[in-house]
């Protein structure tokens, strides 16, 4: 079986994260109603992308292909009872996308970042 692992995670002691959220976050919280407390979070949606594993006979060679940088970054929130859904926020490379014209209206807001290949790589 063959995995690619993908994502991030970090190490965090799980007694500080709980005393934490019993503690501090709990005290935070209490005077506000769950439909005013938000979470968000970003993720890279990388699209157009070719598969990094493939099937192949055994003496059949594969060889690579330049990938494209067909990568996005993502970030969606809602509130607390989920009644309330942040519109999502997509950072591209490009200033105008020419995907984008003749668009009248995106159901997403949009922003762009030359340095976005970066800032994922680094993830």
């Given amino acids: 079986m063959a995995k690619v692992i993908s994502g991030e995670s ?12 019993t503690e501090t976050l709990s005290k935070i919280l209490k ?3 769950p439909e005013n407390i938000f979470n ?3 993720t890279a949606l990388c699209f157009q992308c070719l598969p990094q594993k493939t099937l192949t006979f055994k003496k059949e060679k594969c060889f690579e292909g330049k990938q494209r940088k067909a990568i996005l970054t993502v ?3 809602a509130n607390m009872t989920g009644h309330q859904k942040l519109k999502p926020l997509v950072i591209g490379r490009s ?5 984008f014209k ?3 209206s995106l159901e997403v807001d949009y922003d ?3 340095k976005i290949l970066d800032d994922v790589r680094n993830l």
Avoid: H, Q, T
Avoid at 10 to 21: C, P, R
Avoid at 95 to 99: A, D, G, T, V
């Fill in 112 to 114: 762009f970042n030359k």
């Fill in 75 to 77: 970030m969606l929130g």
């Fill in 10 to 21: 970090k190490d965090v002691d799980d007694n500080d994260s709980e005393n934490w959220i």
């Fill in 40 to 42: 968000a979070d970003e």
């Fill in 95 to 99: 200033k105008n996308p020419r995907c």
């Fill in 102 to 104: 003749g668009a009248k």
């Fill in 31 to 33: 005077d506000y109603k």
